[in-house]
C-alpha cells in the first residue's frame, strides 16, 4: 500500500504565509491604532497568539494528517486537523481534476489539486508537482479506460 | 429526412413580454418628469407616441422571440432553435433525457396549453433544463413517443393507486405550519396594498376579536400564534392533497411513470436506470401510526416548488415491501449490519437537549426579570419547548434505529434529519464520496460520523451517527489491506497522542510530523 505523503515543504510553504500573514497584520494594525496603545498591544499579542497556534499546532497537524491513496477502484484522503476525517470518492464517478499553482507555490514545486465529482469535489493542497500531475493523470485515465487500480 | 420544426404555444408570448416590461420604465419615467417639471397633461399626451412606440417595442421584441423558438422532436431526441441575431441552437439526446415531466396548470387549460419540462445532468440544481408550453396534444406526443421507447413488448405494465386514506396520511406528513404561516402573513400584508388599508385593518380587526372570544383564559398573543401555526398547517395540508389527489404510478421496463393532481395535473417520466436512490421516510406521528412513505431522488425530480417526490404515499411496512417489490424489485432494504453502540444516545440527545433544558430556563429567568408579563412567557416557553420535545424523541427514535447495511452493490443507510427518519436504499455506483469524520472526543471509542454524499446536481448529504470507524471501513471497502485487524479483539485504551490524532493510530504507524520522513 502506497501512500502518498505531502513532502516536507508543504509545511514550510504554509508557515512562511502564517508569518506573512501575521507581520502584516501587525503592520496594519500598528498603523491604524497607533493612537490606542492598550488596544494595539492587546491586537498584536492576539496576532502574536494566532500565529504560535498556526505556527506551531494547526499546520503541523494538517500536514501530519493529510495523506491519500488508490484502493479498490477509489481515491481515499486522509485529512483534518482536530475532527479527523477520511475521505472516499469512487474513481468512475470522478468528473474531472484540477491543478492549481499560486505563485508561492512555484518555487517550492508544489500543486493543489481539486478533485470534481458528482455534486462534490475534494482539494488537496500541496501536494508535489509530479504527485499532483500523477493523481490527475490517474484519475482521468482510470475513469477513461476502467483500469483496475 | 427532416421533420418539421414547430413553433410552442403562442400563450408563451405572454412569457416573453413579462420578460421586456422592464422597458415601462421610459414612459414611467416621462410621466414623472413631467409631473416635476410642472407640466400639465397636454404636454405629457403631446409625447404619448413615444410611450406607445415603447409598448409597440415590447410587443414585437416578444413577438420575434416568441417567432424564433421552435422545436423538433425526433427518436434521436428534442432539437430547440431560437434567437434572431444571436442564434442558438440545442439538441438533448434521448439517450441523456432522465425525468421529462408534463405540467397541466389550471390557468393554461382554458387555451390548451401544457408545460413540457426536460432534464439532463447537465444545468443546475435549482432550474430545469429545458421548459416549454407547447400545445397539449404536440405535449402529450413528445410523451408518449418517449414512455414508449422506454417500454418493452416483453415487460408487463405495473400499476399502483394507492387508497386516499394513504395519500391523506401523506399530505399530513409533508405540511409544515411554515409555509402556510407564510402565506397568511404575505396575504394579509398585501391586503392593504391590494384592497386599501381599511380592508386589511378589517381582517385584522376581525383577526383580533376572534382570538380574544376563544382564548379561554390563555393571553391572546398566544392564541393568535397557535391559531396562526393551525391555520398555517391546515393550509399546506390541503394544498398537499390537492397536489397528490389522483396520484398512480406505474412501471414500464425501463420508466417509472407518476401521475398526480387534482386542479393541477402532473405526468413525470424518469428512466429508471438513472433514480439515484429511494428514500423511505417516517415522521413522529407516522412512526406512532406505523406507516412508511417512499420517495424517490433522480435528477428533475421533485425539483420545482410545487412538484411532487413521493413514489409510495403512506403504507404499513408489509404493504409497502410489497409494492416496492412490484414497482421497484431493484431496491430493496437489507437489516442493519453496523449500528450505533448503547453509549452513543447522549450524542444522539444533546442537539434537541441543549434548548429543551435552555428554554425553561430563560423562561424562568426572564418571568422573574418582567412579573407583569410572565404569564405570557410561561405560554411562550411551554410553546416553544414542544418542537424541542419533538425533536427530541425523534433522535431517540433515530437511535434505536440507525446505522448502515449492505447487500451486494445496494446500502440501506438508516438516519434521521430533522423531524424526519429516513431509510435510504443507495446503489454503490450511485455514492459520490464518503466522509468518515472523527471528533477527538469519538477517538476514545473509536467511532465516527458517516456523511454519505450521493450523485446529485446539489451537494445531497446521508448523516448517520456515532458509528464503529472499522466496521464502516469494512463495509465502504475503504480499509487498508495491512491494518489490523478490526472488530474483533480488545481494544486497548488511547493515549494522549492517539487521542489528538486518532485516525493515525488507525490507518498508519504513529509517527510525531516532526520525526517525518521527508520526501524521497
Partial sequence: MNKTVLPARALLLWRLRAAAAAFLASFFLTLLLSDFSFWCRLSLILTGVAFLFFFCVFYPLKYTKLTYFFHSEQLIVDCGVFYSRRRVIPLENIQYVTLLRTPDMLPFGLASVMVHSVGTSLYLPCLRFCDAQDLQETCVRRRKEGEIP | ?520
Fill in chain 2, 1 to 520: 429526412m427532416n421533420l418539421p420544426e414547430h413553433h410552442t404555444h403562442p400563450i408563451s408570448l405572454v412569457q416573453m413580454i413579462w420578460r421586456f416590461l422592464f422597458l415601462l420604465i421610459f414612459p414611467a419615467a416621462r410621466g414623472f418628469l413631467t409631473a416635476l417639471s410642472g407640466g400639465n397633461i397636454a404636454e405629457w399626451l403631446g409625447g404619448a407616441w413615444k410611450d406607445i412606440l415603447i409598448i409597440l417595442a415590447i410587443l414585437s421584441l416578444a413577438f420575434v422571440q416568441w417567432w424564433c423558438l421552435r422545436y423538433r422532436w425526433e427518436p434521436a431526441g428534442l432539437f430547440i432553435r431560437r434567437g434572431l441575431l444571436f442564434r442558438r441552437r440545442l439538441f438533448i439526446p434521448t439517450a441523456k433525457v432522465i425525468t421529462m415531466s408534463l405540467t397541466y396548470p389550471f390557468y393554461l387549460k382554458p387555451v390548451g396549453g401544457v408545460r413540457l419540462r426536460v432534464d439532463t445532468w447537465a444545468g443546475t440544481g435549482k432550474s430545469t433544463d429545458i421548459s416549454l408550453i407547447l400545445p397539449k396534444k404536440a405535449a402529450q406526443n413528445i410523451f408518449a413517443s418517449r414512455t414508449e421507447a422506454l417500454a418493452a413488448k416483453d415487460f408487463s405494465l405495473r400499476e399502483y393507486h394507492p387508497k386516499g386514506l394513504y395519500i391523506t396520511c401523506l399530505s399530513a406528513i409533508l405540511s409544515s405550519s411554515f409555509a402556510g404561516v407564510l402565506f397568511f402573513a404575505t396575504f394579509i400584508s398585501q391586503t392593504g396594498s391590494l384592497l386599501g388599508q381599511e380592508f386589511a385593518d378589517r381582517i385584522t380587526g376581525t383577526f383580533e376579536r376572534l382570538t380574544r372570544a376563544i382564548a379561554w383564559g390563555l393571553p391572546p398573543a398566544t392564541v393568535a400564534l397557535a391559531y396562526l401555526v393551525v391555520f398555517g398547517w391546515l393550509y399546506s395540508f390541503v394544498r398537499n392533497l390537492i397536489r397528490h389527489g389522483k396520484f398512480v404510478v406505474r412501471r414500464q421496463k425501463d420508466e417509472l411513470q407518476i401521475d398526480s393532481g387534482v386542479v393541477t395535473n402532473r405526468s413525470y417520466s424518469i428512466r429508471l436506470s438513472e433514480i439515484n436512490y429511494i428514500d423511505i421516510r417516517q415522521s413522529l406521528l407516522t412512526k406512532l401510526l406505523g406507516l412508511y412513505s417512499v420517495f424517490v431522488n433522480a435528477v428533475g425530480y421533485g425539483k420545482e416548488k410545487d412538484d411532487i417526490s413521493a413514489m409510495i404515499p403512506a403504507n404499513l411496512w408489509d404493504r409497502l415491501q410489497r409494492h416496492l417489490h412490484l414497482l421497484l424489485p431493484e431496491f430493496s432494504a437489507s437489516p442493519r449490519q453496523v449500528k450505533p453502540n448503547a453509549g452513543a444516545l447522549f450524542r444522539f440527545i444533546l442537539d434537541p437537549l441543549l434548548p429543551t433544558l435552555a428554554i425553561p430556563a430563560a423562561g424562568s429567568i426572564l418571568s422573574v426579570l418582567f412579573p407583569s408579563w410572565a404569564d405570557f412567557i410561561h405560554s411562550i416557553a411551554w410553546m416553544s419547548m414542544i418542537p424541542c420535545l419533538w425533536f427530541l424523541i425523534v433522535r431517540l427514535l433515530d437511535f434505536f434505529s440507525s446505522g448502515i447495511g449492505r447487500q451486494g452493490d445496494m446500502f440501506t443507510l438508516r438516519y434521521s434529519k430533522g423531524s424526519q427518519l429516513h431509510t435510504v436504499i443507495l446503489p454503490q455506483s450511485r455514492i459520490s464520496q464518503v466522509v468518515l469524520r472523527q471528533s477527538p472526543i469519538q477517538a476514545f471509542d473509536r467511532r465516527c460520523d458517516l456523511l454519505v454524499y450521493s450523485l446529485s446536481e446539489k451537494k445531497n448529504c446521508h448523516h448517520i451517527r456515532n458509528l464503529d470507524v472499522a466496521q464502516v471501513m469494512e463495509i465502504f471497502c475503504c480499509n487498508e489491506e495491512n491494518v489490523r485487524p478490526i472488530i474483533c479483539g480488545p481494544k486497548p485504551l488511547p493515549s494522549w497522542t492517539e487521542y489528538l490524532h486518532p485516525f493515525s493510530h488507525y490507518l498508519r504507524p504513529w509517527k510525531p510530523f516532526w520525526k517525518k520522513p521527508t520526501e524521497g
